[in-house]
C-alpha cells in the first residue's frame, strides 16, 4: 500500500505546518525543541537540575520545562500522565519501575541513540546494565550508589561507644547497642532503628546468606523460615531495649523528616549513600556512613553497587533525538557536573567523576570514596524487582513489622504468614 | 435551506409550533445559558467519571495500558479474598459510629451553652466555630501529629501528674481514637445548626413547663430534644456522610499508610492506595461504588426509621 498526497493536499498540510509555526507550536522538524522533564526530588536536587537544563538551553538553544515532585507524588503523576498520552520527553525512572514502563512503551528504547547522540563508551558496564530491559537499553543511569548505614558521630561519642567500620556484624550491633542503650544519652537514644521492616536490610541480610529477595523470575527468593529468623532476631533487639520502641518507629512515615535519625531517637539508620547530603542538612550532628552488618564476620556480598535512578525518554515524545542529547549532556558536560556533584549518586563516566571529586566538600566526599572502596561488600547486581515489590514492601512487610513489634503477631507466625501473603500478591500481580 | 422550508410552510398550525419554539428559545434558553457552566462541570466532571468509574468497576485497568474485562472478578475479590478490605471497612466504620454520635453530643452541649444568652456571644459563636474552618486542612493534621506524639503537648501534660503516656497517634491501640477526637473537635457546623434550631423553639413552652413545676432536666428531655429532633436527623445524616468520606487526617497523620497495623486504614485510605499507589484502577473504582452504595442504604434507613423517632413542628 502506498500514500499518494495530492499537490493540493500537499500544499494545506505545509501551509498548516507553517501557521502552526507561527501560532508557536513548534512542529517535529523544528530547529528549537520545548522538552518537558519530569523528576522526584526535593528543592535542592530541582536547584541542581535547572541550573543544568539552563546550561542545556544556552548551549544548545532547546528549552526544557521542569517538574518537580516528592516520591510518593511521583508515581502516580507519571501513570497518570503517561495514561493520558501527555508523558514528558524526559522522565526520571527507579529501578523499580523501569521494567514496567518498558515492557508498554511508556518509555523508549535508546539503542538507536548510542553512538550517536549518547556517547556512553566509557560507560561504567554495571551501571549500563541496569538500564537495560530485555536487553535494550531504556534508562541512563545517573549516578551509582549503595545502601549504607548513616551514622550520628556526636551522639556515639556522647554515649561513648565506640563508632564501627565496615567489618561490623549483626552480633557488634547488638553488644554496642547493649552499651549504647546503657549510656542514656539524650532522652533514651538508641543506637539503631528498629529496621525489622526496612526492605533494603532485608535484601542485604538474605544476600550474605547467599539468597535473595526476589528471583529474576519475579518469585519470592527466600523462605519462611528466614523470616522467622529474620523477625526473631529484630525481636531480640527490640525485647533487650537496644533498639528504637516500636510505637516511637511507627512515627516514621516516609519522609525523611519523621525517621528516627532525624528525630534524635535514633543513632543509626540503614539508608543510601547519596542521601547523606539531605539528611545531613536535617541533622545538626556531624554524619558518617558505613556498610550494613555482616551476618558473621568476614562474610560479604551484601552490597551492591545499584543505579540510583535513571533518565528515560517517554515512549510518546517527537522529540527523542533531542531528548537523548540533554541525556548525554546531564551525564558529561563538564560545567553539569559541577553543578550535580554527586546528590543523584556518583557519576557513571570517569570523566565527569574526575571532574567532581576534586569540587566536593568533605561530607559529599564520604560518599564517594564509601561507593569506591566498598571491596568484599560488593556482590552483583540483582534482577530489577517484580512489579508487586512496592506493595509486599508498603503493605505487607510494614504491616506484619509492626504485627511483630507491637505483639499482635509472633516471628514463628509471621514468617508463613509473609511467604504466602507476598506469593498471593505476586501472583495476582502477573 | 430549513430557513428556506419554515418560510415558505402554510400559515397553520406548524407557524404556531415555531413561534412555541420561538417562545421557549426567548423566555428559558437565558435561564439554560446561564445554567451552562454548572451542567458542563456536572456531566463533563461529575457524571462523565462516574459513568466511567462503573465502568472501570468491571475491569482491569492500570493506567499504562488499555482496561482489561473483568466482569465481576473486583466484587468477587473484595468480598471472598481481600483481608484489607474488611479491616478498612472495620476502621471506618468503628469511626462512624463513635465519632458521628460524640461530634453531635458534644455540638448539642456547646450549643445550649450558648443559648443562654451570654454576653459576646458572637465571639464565642466565632472562636468555636473556628476548628471547624481548619480541620480538615494539613496544617492541622500535622499539628495533630505533634500533640499526640510521644514527645508531644498531652505527654508532657500527663507527666505532671506522673504519668507516661505512649505514643498516641502511632500507637495501634489509641491511633483511631486520636482521629476521632480530632473529628469531634470540629463540632462547629453542627453546632451552628443546632444553635438555630434551638431558637425555633417557642419560649411559652418552657414558660409553661415551669409553671407545672418541671425541671430544667425534664425540660430538656420533654420540650428541646423533640423539638430538636428535625436538626438532630439533619445533622446527623451530614455527619455520618462526611465521617464516611473522612480521608485527609488519617492521610497525613499516617503519611498515607493507614498505619500502624492499618488501625487508620480508611476505607477511603485503602481506595487511595489501590489507585494511586498500586495502580489498580478498576479495583478502586469497584470499592468506590461500594462506599455509595454503604452510604446510601445507610441514609435510606435513616429516612425510614426516622418517622418513629422525629417530630416535625405541623
Request: aromatic share 14%; net charge negative.
Amino acid at each position: 500500500m502506498t500514500f499518494r498526497i495530492g499537490r493540493r493536499q500537499f500544499l494545506m498540510g505545509t501551509s498548516a505546518l507553517m501557521a502552526a509555526g507561527v501560532a508557536g507550536i513548534s512542529p517535529v522538524f523544528a530547529q528549537a525543541a520545548n522538552l518537558r522533564l519530569i523528576f522526584w526530588g526535593g528543592q535542592a536536587r530541582a536547584d541542581r537540575t535547572y541550573g543544568v537544563t539552563d546550561l542545556f538551553e544556552a548551549d544548545t538553544g532547546n528549552k526544557i520545562d521542569g517538574e518537580f515532585l516528592a516520591w510518593n507524588d511521583y508515581w502516580p503523576k507519571l501513570a497518570t500522565q503517561t495514561a493520558g498520552g501527555n508523558a514528558p520527553d524526559i522522565v526520571q525512572m527507579d529501578y523499580r519501575y523501569i521494567v514496567e514502563y518498558a515492557k508498554r512503551n511508556a518509555i523508549a528504547p535508546l539503542d538507536e541513540f548510542v553512538g550517536g547522540a549518547l556517547k556512553l563508551d566509557d560507560f561504567d558496564a554495571d551501571q549500563l546494565e541496569g538500564g537495560k530491559v530485555g536487553g535494550k537499553l531504556y534508562g541512563i543511569s545517573l549516578g551509582a550508589n549503595s545502601v549504607a548505614t548513616l551514622v550520628n558521630t556526636v551522639a556515639f561519642q556522647e554515649a561513648g561507644v565506640e563508632i564501627p567500620t565496615n567489618a561490623w556484624t549483626y552480633d557488634e550491633l547488638m553488644t554496642k547497642g547493649e552499651a549504647f542503650a546503657k549510656a542514656n544519652i539524650r532522652n533514651g537514644m538508641k543506637m539503631m532503628m528498629d529496621a525489622s521492616y526496612s526492605e533494603p536490610m532485608l535484601d542485604n541480610w538474605l544476600r550474605q546468606k547467599g539468597l535473595k529477595l526476589y528471583t529474576a523470575e519475579g518469585k519470592l527468593g527466600f523462605g519462611a523460615d528466614e523470616m522467622v529468623e529474620w523477625l526473631t532476631m529484630w525481636k531480640t533487639m527490640r525485647d533487650a531495649g537496644i533498639i528504637v520502641s516500636p510505637d516511637n518507629q511507627a512515627l516514621d512515615t516516609g519522609p525523611l523528616e519523621t525517621t528516627m535519625l532525624v528525630s534524635g531517637k535514633a543513632a543509626m539508620m540503614p539508608s543510601n549513600s547519596n542521601q547523606l547530603v539531605a539528611f545531613q542538612t536535617l541533622v545538626p550532628d556531624k554524619l558518617d556512613m558505613i556498610g550494613y552488618p555482616r551476618i558473621a564476620a568476614g562474610v560479604g556480598g551484601g552490597h551492591y553497587r545499584k543505579p540510583s535512578m535513571f533518565f528515560s525518554v517517554g515512549g510518546s515524545s517527537a522529540n527523542k533525538e533531542a531528548a537523548a542529547e540533554f541525556l548525554n549532556f546531564f551525564i558529561s558536560n563538564p560545567e553539569a557536573a559541577k553543578i550535580l556533584g554527586v546528590e543523584r549518586g556518583i557519576p557513571c563516566l570517569p570523566a565527569t567523576r574526575d571532574i567532581v571529586a576534586p569540587t566536593l566538600d568533605e561530607q559529599n566526599q564520604i560518599a564517594l570514596n564509601f561507593v569506591s572502596n566498598l571491596g568484599d561488600l560488593l556482590g552483583p547486581l540483582p534482577p530489577p524487582p517484580p512489579a508487586a515489590a512496592g506493595e509486599i514492601d508498603s503493605s505487607l512487610l510494614r504491616t506484619i513489622g509492626q504485627e511483630v513489634g507491637f505483639g499482635a503477631r509472633t516471628p514463628e507466625d509471621a514468617g508463613p504468614y509473609f511467604v504466602s501473603e507476598a506469593t498471593a500478591i505476586l501472583e495476582r500481580a502477573t | 435551506m430549513s430557513i428556506q422550508n419554515v418560510a415558505s410552510a402554510p400559515p397553520s398550525a406548524e407557524v404556531e409550533k415555531v413561534s412555541g419554539w420561538r417562545r421557549i428559545w426567548q423566555q428559558d434558553a437565558p435561564g439554560y445559558l446561564f445554567l451552562l457552566p454548572w451542567f458542563i462541570g456536572f456531566f463533563g466532571l461529575t457524571l462523565g467519571p462516574m459513568i466511567y468509574s462503573f465502568y472501570l468497576s468491571f475491569n482491569h485497568f492500570d493506567l499504562l495500558t488499555a482496561p482489561r474485562w473483568a466482569g465481576l472478578d473486583n466484587y468477587m475479590r473484595m468480598f471472598t479474598n481481600d483481608p484489607k478490605f474488611s479491616a478498612s471497612m472495620r476502621v471506618t466504620l468503628f469511626f462512624v459510629v463513635f465519632s458521628v454520635p460524640l461530634k453531635l453530643a458534644f455540638a448539642l452541649g456547646v450549643a445550649l451553652l450558648l443559648n443562654r444568652g451570654m454576653k459576646g456571644l458572637t465571639i464565642y459563636r466565632s472562636l468555636f466555630y473556628l476548628p471547624s474552618l481548619l480541620g480538615a486542612s494539613v496544617a492541622i493534621a500535622i499539628l495533630w501529629r505533634q500533640i499526640f506524639a510521644g514527645d508531644g503537648l498531652v505527654n508532657k501534660f500527663l507527666s505532671i501528674f506522673g504519668i507516661v503516656g505512649p505514643s498516641w497517634i502511632s500507637n495501634p491501640n489509641y491511633s483511631l481514637w486520636t482521629l476521632i477526637v480530632l473529628s469531634i473537635w470540629q463540632f462547629g457546623s453542627p453546632m451552628i445548626i443546632f444553635l438555630a434550631g434551638l431558637r425555633q423553639i417557642p419560649q411559652d413552652m418552657y414558660e409553661a413547663a415551669s409553671l407545672d413545676g418541671a425541671s430544667k432536666w425534664r425540660q430538656f428531655w420533654k420540650i428541646t430534644l423533640p423539638l430538636l429532633t428535625p436538626v438532630v436527623f439533619f445533622n446527623a445524616i451530614i455527619q455520618t456522610i462526611e465521617a464516611f468520606k473522612s480521608f485527609t487526617p488519617a492521610f497525613i497523620i499516617s503519611g498515607g499508610t493507614g498505619n500502624p497495623i492499618n488501625s487508620t486504614l480508611f476505607y477511603t485510605l485503602y481506595l487511595y492506595q489501590e489507585a494511586f499507589g498500586f495502580f489498580r484502577m478498576g479495583y478502586a473504582s469497584a470499592l468506590a461504588w461500594v462506599l455509595l452504595a454503604l452510604v446510601a442504604l445507610f441514609t435510606a434507613f435513616s429516612f425510614l426509621t426516622s418517622k418513629y423517632w422525629v417530630h416535625y413542628d405541623d
